[in-house]
Every structure is written in structure tokens, then in C-alpha cells.
């Protein structure tokens, strides 16, 4: 459980007891959080206000990013330079987690099937998330720019999505901002120590936002994750400037430049949200599932 979990206001959260409980309050420890389930006030069975097999679409391309990016952290641990860093991003990785199981959990109320399925037994061209997520970071200057990256345009998106008509994405907008609020703020304080730090950590730091900019163009294609929100929140401009006004304030503080650099190219057009990939997505996917392809049935 992260710090800013523990310090949290919620009338909801678990007290000290509540790990021990049978019974309703228990069952958030599911998603591996105090915070209150997002979902139990919430009638998931009833009908979407749109198309529901458009919004399942939509929560899995959410949720994969969240899946994916996890698990790419995850891996990070026992590797990290400090205990303190290792704390830092794993705690990261589990909201993520938590944020993925929720979204995979309500694109299967809404497609007849659960997470794990969403989660272990689809191939590679079946995941939506953005190819941003994918690829390993060669160091730690890559890993908080990435991180910065990304959880700069997902605070964005997901403040946005408080305004779903959805309300099962709605609440999940609402606890994941939180949670990536401070993961943006642990990325910026790196990048900023990095960057303005030593001649060699300056030049790490500068090197680590080139490699992952070619994929930051794709983050703001016209989304149809941002479909059910207000016009003016949607457009991919707007959201476009409110992700650069950070990037830029960060940037500027740590004395970084921002990279010029082409766009990662796609496939006639299409990348990850059409369920084009680059090839570490399918060393991602073999890693992750092999264990409940191996042993579908298997209960622990």
C-alpha cells in the first residue's frame, strides 16, 4: 500500500481489523487497496448509457495499458539503485495492477467474462494498449522518463473520465487519478534530480527522454477511450496542451530539452490501440500467461 493510501481521507479505507473480516468489508482487499470498492454502490448490471461493447473496448484499452505497463515495472524490482526506489515503483506497479484488474473486471461484466480471461488468454493482437507501455527500459534515467511520460497523459485522461456517462468508469477514474497523481509526482522529482544534477545524470537523463518520445505522438490520436466525456474534454488538442504545460514546467526545472525526434512509425496507419505491436509485447505476453496457460483451471 502506497504512502498516499495510507494517508487517505476516505471514509472507506480499511481500519486496522478489516484485513481479518469476513464479510463486505473485505472484499476490496481483493484489488490489493484500502481504498472503498469503486463499485459497490454501483449496479454493473444494468445497461451502459452507450454502446456497451464499445465501452468494454474502451475500459480494455485502459486497462491494458495499466496491465502491461505493471507488469514492465514489476520487473524493475531487485534491480533499482536504492530499497527505497525499489518500495517506490513496486507500489507503483501494484496500482496499476489494481487499476487494470477494476477495468478488465468491468469490460467482462460487460462481455460475459471475467479478468483473468481478459487478462491470460488473449493473443498479442488482441490488446489495446498503447505501445508506450511495451518496451524495457535499458536504465533507471529511461524507467522515471517513461514514467514521467505516462503518468502525465494518464492523470489527464482519467481526470477526464470522472465525467463518464459510464458510472462503473467513472469510479474508476475517480480512485485511479489519485493514485497517478503521485506516481507523476515521483517521476517529475527524478527527472528533475537527474536532470539537473551531475554532467553524466544530465546527459543519462537527456538520453532516456530521446529513446521513449517516438511514442508519445501516438498517446494523442483521436481516443475513443475519451468517447462519452464532454467534446471540449475530449479533444485531442486540448488534452495535448494540458499534458505539455507539465512536461514543459519539468522539463524546463530539470534543464532537459525537449527531444525532436519522429514519431514511432505504425502499420498503414494503425499502432497500439488497433492491435498493432511492437515485438516486446509478445515477450511480455509469454512471460505473464504462461502460467495460467499452462494450468487453466488452476486454483490457488
Do not use: K
Not at 47 to 72: F, I, K, T
Request: charged letters at 25%; aromatic letters at 8%; hydrophobic letters at 45%.
Amino acid at each position: 500500500m502506497t504512502d498516499h493510501e495510507l494517508a487517505s481521507d476516505d471514509p472507506g479505507a480499511t481500519d486496522d481489523a478489516a484485513w481479518a473480516t469476513d464479510g463486505p468489508a473485505s472484499a476490496r482487499w481483493a484489488y490489493g487497496t484500502g481504498f472503498r470498492d469503486p463499485f459497490v454502490d454501483i449496479d454493473l448490471a444494468s445497461a451502459p448509457a452507450g454502446d456497451p461493447e464499445q465501452l468494454a473496448a474502451r475500459c480494455l484499452m485502459l486497462g491494458d495499458d495499466a496491465l502491461v505497463y505493471s507488469h514492465r515495472l514489476q520487473q524493475w524490482i531487485t534491480r533499482l539503485p536504492e530499497l527505497e526506489e525499489e518500495m517506490a515503483v513496486a507500489n507503483i506497479a501494484l496500482d496499476l495492477l489494481g487499476q487494470a484488474r477494476l477495468l478488465l473486471t468491468r469490460a467482462g461484466h460487460l462481455l460475459g467474462t471475467d479478468e483473468d480471461r481478459l487478462a491470460f488468454f488473449r493473443s498479442e493482437h488482441e490488446f489495446r494498449n498503447v505501445r508506450l507501455v511495451e518496451r524495457a527500459d535499458a536504465d533507471f534515467a529511461e524507467l522515471v522518463a517513461r514514467l514521467l511520460v505516462f503518468s502525465t497523459w494518464r492523470l489527464e485522461v482519467l481526470r477526464r473520465l470522472r465525467e463518464s456517462t459510464d458510472p462503473g468508469l467513472a469510479a474508476i477514474a475517480e480512485r485511479g487519478a489519485t493514485e497517478v497523481a503521485y506516481h507523476r509526482e515521483y517521476a517529475a522529482g527524478w527527472v528533475v534530480r537527474l536532470g539537473d544534477g551531475t554532467e553524466l545524470s544530465h546527459q543519462r537523463m537527456q538520453a532516456g527522454l530521446d529513446v521513449i518520445w517516438p511514442y508519445v505522438d501516438e498517446l494523442f490520436r483521436p481516443d475513443p477511450v475519451l468517447a462519452d466525456v464532454p467534446p471540449a474534454l475530449a479533444d485531442p488538442a486540448t488534452l495535448r496542451s494540458d499534458v505539455d504545460a507539465v512536461l514543459d514546467t519539468v522539463l524546463a526545472t530539470a534543464t532537459l530539452r525537449r527531444p525532436s525526434v519522429a514519431p514511432a512509425a505504425g502499420v498503414g496507419g494503425r499502432a497500439g490501440r488497433d492491435g498493432i505491436h511492437t515485438e516486446d509485447l509478445g515477450y511480455i505476453l509469454a512471460e505473464m500467461q504462461s502460467v495460467a496457460r499452462a494450468h487453466p483451471e488452476g486454483v490457488w
